[in-house]
């Protein structure tokens, strides 16, 4: 791996959305420093995948995202390996129901944790590097950070902070940083038996009338990390249209 190569930091990078980020930026000729949290056997499945395409690519980090103390170590130790940061992504995130009337504080911290605060503290940290390498940060938000999902109140809170942070982090990291964030709609059927969407509602209220792929969010950070130096503060919905109903 050359020395020179670019490095990108992708939280929640063992399965679904996360792996697939990780895959079309490791193809792209990043160095990455993957994170994770329980996925111990999807990660390091995907580690060996990425090492045997290109040895010595891949620094793989285990942490729990709500330990606010230990994110600044994820960003040290990306930097000791590789040298830089040039990216990077919050992707990890937490989701399920909340129904008014029975959420509970120990929920509030956990959703705000993955959702909001960890984004912050990781971004917060990596800014210098960032700084040095004209780089840029990539948050997945939600559609529903605008808009209130039904019993969810605490998911849509905390992605409508993370919302936030990418608007005042462009002002405040600028003219050096670019700080961006996609906001999905329904592209992965939730893993939670309670979903927040149906078929009905993509036959009902997605002008496109179908479900998105995890390849349409890759497109997204990969135009917003490489494709348009010029894009900053901007939350993009990736959505087929599902935002355009209220």
Request: proline residues 5%.
């Amino acid at each position: 791996m050359s020395d020179l190569a670019r490095v990108a930091l992708v939280t929640g990078a063992a399965k679904r959305i996360g792996a697939a980020i990780a895959r079309a930026l490791h193809a792209d000729g990043y160095a990455l420093a993957l994170h994770y949290r329980n996925s111990a056997l999807e990660m390091q499945a995907l580690a060996d995948e990425l090492e045997t395409a290109r040895p010595g690519s891949t620094l793989v980090l285990q942490a729990e995202l709500a330990e606010v103390e230990r994110l600044p170590l994820l960003v040290a130790r990306t930097v000791e390996r590789f040298g830089r940061l040039d990216a990077l992504v919050n992707n990890a995130s937490a989701y399920y129901a909340t129904p008014v009337g029975t959420a509970t504080p120990q929920q509030w911290d956990a959703l705000f944790a993955s959702n909001a605060r960890a984004p912050f503290f990781l971004s917060q940290a990596a800014a210098p590097h960032l700084k040095h390498s004209a780089g840029s940060i990539v948050s997945i938000a939600d559609i529903f950070a605008q808009r209130p999902l039904p019993e969810h109140t605490l998911y849509c809170m905390a992605k409508a902070a993370l919302v936030m942070m990418t608007q005042s982090l462009a002002r405040e990291l600028g003219p050096h940083v670019r700080v961006n964030a996609i906001a999905p709609g329904n592209i992965l059927w939730s893993e939670n038996p309670v979903k927040a969407e149906t078929g009905q509602v993509l036959r009902e209220r997605v002008p496109l009338q179908r479900q998105g792929t995890p390849a349409d969010i890759v497109s997204a950070v990969r135009w917003l990390l490489d494709g348009n130096g010029y894009v900053n503060g901007q939350v993009i919905a990736i959505d087929g249209g599902r935002s355009v109903f209220v």
